[in-house]
């Protein structure tokens, strides 16, 4: 017999974490900062004027399922319930377990969840569809309803799945015919619903009175996505020392800070040292929507900010990415839990700092793209033309990075961490080349870093470099995208340095 699944009460558990405090009040408008400790938030931000309206930029957006994801309850869920009992209608719906007097609307969704819960109170994983948990209001208490769900224009529709399977060995579901229907729209840390008799806003669950505990906005970015003024990744937690933002180049800016109200407004604050040695602040605004991951392990949220024709899309996490990188170097993640390709991410940020440090050190300019794991050279530094010939100056330069590079990945610290070093030759996607008439000369500018590398010119470790030393050639296939997310073309003609882990050295 098919059995939905479902149990009862199952949000107690998975709202039971905590999260940051209320913001400041500014008037009628929440406002929270994310900083250092040792920064004044108010007063980098005192003097700046709204510039956006988050409700214009929102009503031009075409929501996916994608920009739903996330944890949305009530306030807060304890005492808030009976209210919304009192305020929302009751229906009676047919699942496959049975007719059940449910509220109108969800009071608490988990758009995006990873895992279902099955009949024995165990999570599944489900890969082949958007999935959520929905809970609604009966008798009084939160009966979660796990759904796929599929979004156009303004609507969502969650079609309930019902359990067909259940054991070690076999976890399977069907899509059951009973649905929920209903208008939405996103705006800052809220989403709001309704089946055109009832409407209830919702919170990101990081905004709510349910939090007990400090909150951590980080974001790596995603795949592809426009960057702001080169911003690859950030974490930051309100008024603590954990803040540090990341650029596409690997270096870190001087400092950073974020408000955020709930109007939908974020203003964004960077600061850096530009290649003189000027400060350089940089000061932005946008819309935005917030995702709480809803873990009870690490309360924390990415964001998503609109302007008036992009979208930047900080809500990768490490694990996310690392495992992606890990994919494209031919390793199976599946046979990996997500704790141990964290460990791999943490160890190789680790690893990724010390050579950006040893790097800038010894004046070598390489492009540490931690969303990809490639260390790119210019091509045009290191031969002439279309040539695959190295010049003089590309040895030359070889002899630093090869110098460099060896120094920290055979330290004490990493040794044996690298099974291999991979050199990876790229071309540009220029007009009127192909994959084809690129690739000999991708292949044969790999070959020819390597070989010099193994020459013993270098004055590197060439025995234990030999041995795990690898070449391959991309032609124009792997291209690279500048901050607004278009094809660089410089950028692309490059020679990069890629190395993969030893699961097993873990």
Known sequence: MKKIMSVLMLFTIL???????????????????????????????????????????????QFDENMLHGTYVLNNLEKDIGQAEKDLTFQEVSLAIGT??????????????????DLEGNFRQVEDREVAVLGFIKDGKIA??????????????????????????????EVDDAAFEYEFSLCGPYLTLTDGTDTLKLTAYSFTENNKSETTMHGYSTEKTPLI????????????????????????????AFKLSDDGRCTVYLSYTDAQGKEQNVIRQYAYIAQCSGYPY??????????????????????EREARILKSEGIDTDALDEETIKEIAEKKEDLYDALYNEFKANGITVQINRSTGEIAMDATVLFGGDS??????????????????????????YDGFIAKTIVEGHIAPISGATYESGMPLSE?????????????????????????????????????YDADGNVDIEACRRVSFRFVVNIDAL
């Open 15 to 61: 709202f039971s974490f905590a999260a940051c405090s209320n913001g400041a009040g500014e008037g009628d408008t929440k406002v929270w900062y994310f900083n250092h400790n040792e920064t004044d938030p108010e007063a980098i931000f005192t003097n700046v004027q709204d510039s956006i309206d988050p409700n214009r930029i929102f009503s031009s957006v």
């Open 100 to 117: 059940y007097n449910i509220s109108s609307l969800p009071v608490a969704v988990y758009n995006g969840a990873k895992y279902l819960p």
């Open 144 to 173: 979660t309803i796990p759904c796929s769900y599929e979004v156009s224009a303004n609507k969502v529709k969650y079609t309930v799945l019902t359990e067909t399977g259940s054991s070690a060995e076999d976890f399977s579901y």
């Open 229 to 256: 003024d080169e911003l690859d990744y950030f974490a930051s937690q309100q008024d603590s020392l954990l803040n540090y933002a990341v650029s596409k180049d690997g270096s870190y800016y001087k400092n950073s």
């Open 298 to 319: 690490l309360n924390s949220f990415g964001i998503m900010l609109f302007d008036e024709g992009k979208i930047y899309d900080y809500t990768d996490d490490v694990t």
């Open 388 to 413: 695959a010939e190295l010049t003089d100056e590309g040895k030359e330069f070889l002899n630093k990075f090869i110098k460099a590079y060896t120094s920290i990945i055979y330290d004490e610290k």
């Open 444 to 480: 044969q500018r790999a070959k020819n870093v390597k070989d010099y590398c193994l020459s013993g010119e270098t004055g590197a470790d060439t025995p234990k470099l030999a041995a795990t030393m690898e070449t391959v050639g991309y032609s124009q296939s792997r291209p690279v």
